[in-house]
């Protein structure tokens, strides 16, 4: 028979067996339950830890949901206007070659307002490092239709679900970025299971050991749930994200080492 | 050893960047500026002092790729004209939220919208009253000669780091694309040593260093408003400069700064040829604007003639400043036309019809 | 003394860089100048002007609207400058492709017909230094020797073999140059 521990007794060094990263710090997320940012910054900060790499580092908030992103990373940070991250982190990289950079954006920021900006930096072969977490909607300002909302997804600016005559078609920015000579590494990962977990952070390791070659740019995207912007449970919203965002948005490396994966 | 060039007013700020340490220049074409960019490109300052130079995908682009640099603790400059600089508000009104130095030049043409690309002074308001949302300002220098071009850029990055505040250049086309004579000093070594503040990774010693204008707790914001409005009336107290022309015994006084200025001064000789004790003074910052100074000679001449290549936007700050002790008009060309010595002139003599 | 010249004509005739020469062979004598000129999409192909001003003392307005010499390149800049020359002041202009010759009686008139030279030269570039050399017999402001200087200042390195021939341009056009009307 196992003993029983109390709840005071349960995080005692000794008995701890999981903990926080020493990276991240002691404020409190203000992340719904459920949703992806609170895990991907988790990996972001256990990598930099792994990789001893604090003091190397500057990172790039954006405007949504990961705004206040600098609250909970012990490192650097730089807050940029909507959109305009690849910009900001186009002059860290370049002022600061031997740095380790990157951004950290949703939809709405990567692929609306910031189009122009992830393209050219992407384009232009940046030595930095985007994670775009894509949800498929904008969470910060309460579910609106995003250039990657899929096609009859509703939200409250498509309460009737995305007509695509209407509104256009969802933007699948990651796969075009990858066409660009200027990137290196594009992959699209998920952080909804533990072994989707584990293979998010080996591809955002990659990511930063690729800024060591100067090669290009490194992009991640995870897909992640917003259960509160879907109106869903946050068990709901995983199922409906694997049935619905990864048909449309496949999960796995698109470009490794500057060569286009040929999925066909 | 100083060193003497003939040279456009554009291409002096560039190479004066480059001599002033400058980390890195970011923008984009636009007439009539594109020389400064050109010129950057064509001199390899990267070779020169290890200078970025960077030709960005838009005006928006450059000004936030200016931010970065800047929240770096680098001295970076950017430039533009009139419709760029509007797009560039954005992350100017970003960079005084965060408190960031940096030099912004605009080389005014005429507007409103596409406008034309001959030289104006309509953006004053844009410049001295703010330009991109919320409340703060910039340090606005207005040079007059290829000279003060070339010297207000240093200058322009001393202040932006004594006030961690962007500081603008506000001169026109005439002055960029007209070519003068131009002493540049030495170079001076890039710094090697960074502000505190700087995001310039984390180390060991110290907490982790946010550069950003985000503030949710509203009595936060405010208090940091208040913060950077001490700023400004330290600027008001400290960085006022003007510069005053046979305004000793001047019973009437332009005031105009940049072109206009240059101008005006041939318009006091000619005036004077006719026995018109007229005089000049030239705001040299226009934000804080010398306002103790006209005050000053409001009480010793009997009107004021505001000069601008715009509908007359200086001449609101000018009347503030006299407290109606004194009549002030405006006189101005819109659209780009440049007003020529004689015109003005005669406008200062239908103002002084008016006022005997 | 402070001269103030307008240099007209159509883009393309080395209207801009007559004025910088002149500017720079005013630096070589330690004098003050400016050039100002007109600038954007008439510069392509159009008409194209530029304002030196030379002076011993410092220059108030480098943007003038009368001037001690106007040098008339084109009819559109005939139309446009002929009234801008001071009572008193020197009008220079080549007479090709002229329809309406200049017709003020209160100032100095000079020909330079430098287009027709400098084809009969072979060398359609060193226009602008004929008219230069022209306006130099006329007003010996700057001394020919601080010329060929600003000239080497003026030029990129590789092109200062073509300095000689430009020598020789300004010198035919201080031959050239006669009078229409002097008061």
């Known amino acids: 028979m196992t003993k029983r521990i109390s709840a005071d007794d349960i995080v005692k060094e000794e008995n701890l067996v999981y903990k926080k990263t020493s990276l991240l710090t002691k404020n409190v997320m203000h992340y719904c339950p459920g949703c992806g940012h609170g895990t991907l910054h988790r990996l972001i900060a256990e990598v930099i830890e792994e990789m001893n790499i604090q003091s190397e580092t500057i990172g790039i908030t954006p405007v949504g949901c990961s705004v206040l992103m600098y609250n909970y990373l012990d490192i650097d940070m730089q807050g940029a206007a909507h959109g305009r991250a690849p910009a900001l982190a186009t002059a860290v990289k370049r002022l600061m070659p031997g740095k380790y950079v990157f951004t950290y954006q949703g939809d709405g920021d990567l692929a609306a307002i910031g189009t122009a900006e992830t393209i050219h930096a992407c384009n232009r072969g940046e030595n930095f490092t985007i994670f775009f977490i894509n949800n498929g909607i904008y969470g910060m300002t309460g579910g609106q239709m995003a250039p990657t909302t899929l096609p009859e997804m509703r939200s409250s600016t498509s309460p009737y679900g995305r007509d695509v005559k209407m509104m256009g078609n969802p933007l699948n920015i990651t796969e075009l970025v990858a066409r660009l000579p200027g990137t290196y590494y594009v992959t699209r990962q998920a952080v909804h299971t533990p072994a989707n977990v584990r293979k998010a952070k080996k591809a955002i390791r990659q990511a930063f050991e690729s800024q060591k070659l100067n090669k290009g740019l490194s992009l991640v995207e995870i897909l992640s749930n917003c259960n509160s912007g879907w109106k869903m449970s946050p068990l709901q919203a995983n199922k409906w994200m694997v049935e619905n965002m990864f048909p449309f948005y496949p999960i796995g490396d698109i470009k490794l080492e500057g060569k286009l994966l040929d999925k066909e | ?356 | 003394m402070t001269e103030e010249i307008i240099i007209a004509g159509f883009g393309g005739q080395g209207v801009l860089s007559m004025g910088k020469i002149l500017a720079y062979s005013g630096i070589m004598q330690e004098q003050e100048v400016s050039w100002m000129p007109s600038y954007g999409p008439e510069m392509r192909g159009g008409t194209a002007n530029v304002t030196v001003i030379l002076s011993d003392e410092r220059i108030s307005s480098p943007i003038i609207n009368k001037f001690d010499t106007a040098i008339i390149l084109n009819q559109q800049s005939m139309d446009k400058f002929e009234n801008s020359v001071k009572p008193g002041g020197m009008l220079i202009y080549d007479g090709n492709g002229i329809s309406r010759h200049p017709e003020r009686k209160d100032i100095n008139i000079y020909r330079v017909d430098a287009a027709e030279e400098a084809a009969k030269m072979e060398s359609a570039r060193t226009f602008n230094m004929i008219v230069l050399g022209g306006y130099l017999k006329i007003k010996p402001l700057v001394k020919l020797e601080n010329v060929i200087r600003g000239l080497a200042e003026s030029l990129p390195e590789r092109h200062h073999s073509l300095i000689p021939v430009n020598e020789k341009a300004i010198l035919r056009g201080m031959d050239i140059i006669k009078p229409v009307q002097e008061l």
């Not at chain 2, 970065?68 to 004209?81: L, M």
């Not at chain 2, 940091?224 to 000793?248: G, P, S, T």
């Open chain 2, 1 to 356: 050893m100083k060193e003497l060039k003939l040279m456009k007013g554009n291409e002096a700020i560039a190479e004066a960047a480059i001599r002033a340490g400058a980390d890195a220049y970011f923008g984009y074409p636009i007439t009539p500026q594109s020389e400064i960019l050109e010129y950057l490109m064509l001199e390899r300052p990267h070779e020169r002092t290890g200078m970025i130079v960077l030709q960005a995908e838009s005006e928006v682009a450059a000004i936030n790729m200016v931010y970065g640099g800047a929240a770096c603790g680098r001295k970076v400059i950017t430039s533009s004209s009139s419709p760029g600089i509007s797009l560039k508000q954005e992350g100017i009104s970003y960079m005084a939220g965060s408190e960031l130095p940096c030099l912004v030049v605009n080389v005014v043409r005429g507007g409103p919208g596409l406008g034309t690309i001959q030289p104006s002074q309509s953006d004053y308001f844009q410049a001295v009253k703010g330009g991109g949302h919320g409340d703060y300002r910039l340090l606005v220098l207005a040079p007059q000669s290829v000279q003060e071009m070339a010297d207000f850029v240093g200058l322009g990055f001393d202040l932006a780091f004594k006030y961690r505040n962007p500081v603008m250049i506000l001169t026109d086309g005439a002055l960029g694309q007209m070519m003068e004579k131009v002493w540049f000093d030495e170079q001076k070594p890039r710094q090697t040593v960074f502000p505190s503040w700087a995001t310039t990774g984390k180390s060991t010693d110290r907490e982790r260093n946010i550069i950003t204008s985000l503030n949710l707790d509203s009595l936060k914001q405010e208090k940091h408003n208040q913060k950077i409005q001490d700023k400004y009336k330290k600027m008001k107290e400290n960085e006022v400069r003007f510069e005053k022309i046979e305004c000793d015994n001047a019973e009437y006084l332009f005031i105009a700064y940049g072109t206009s200025a240059r101008i005006c001064q041939k318009s006091v000789q000619l005036a004077r040829e006719r026995g018109i004790k007229a005089g000049l003074l030239r705001p040299i910052t226009l934000f804080p604007f010398p306002e103790k100074a006209v005050l000053e000679l409001a009480n010793l001449v009997k009107g004021m003639l505001a000069v601008e290549m715009s509908t007359g936007q200086m001449v609101e700050d000018v009347k503030l400043a006299v407290k109606g002790k004194v009549k002030v008009e405006h006189f101005g060309r819109m659209g780009g036309v440049i007003p020529s010595p004689d015109e003005i002139l005669i406008a200062l003599e239908n103002l002084i019809k008016k006022i005997s």
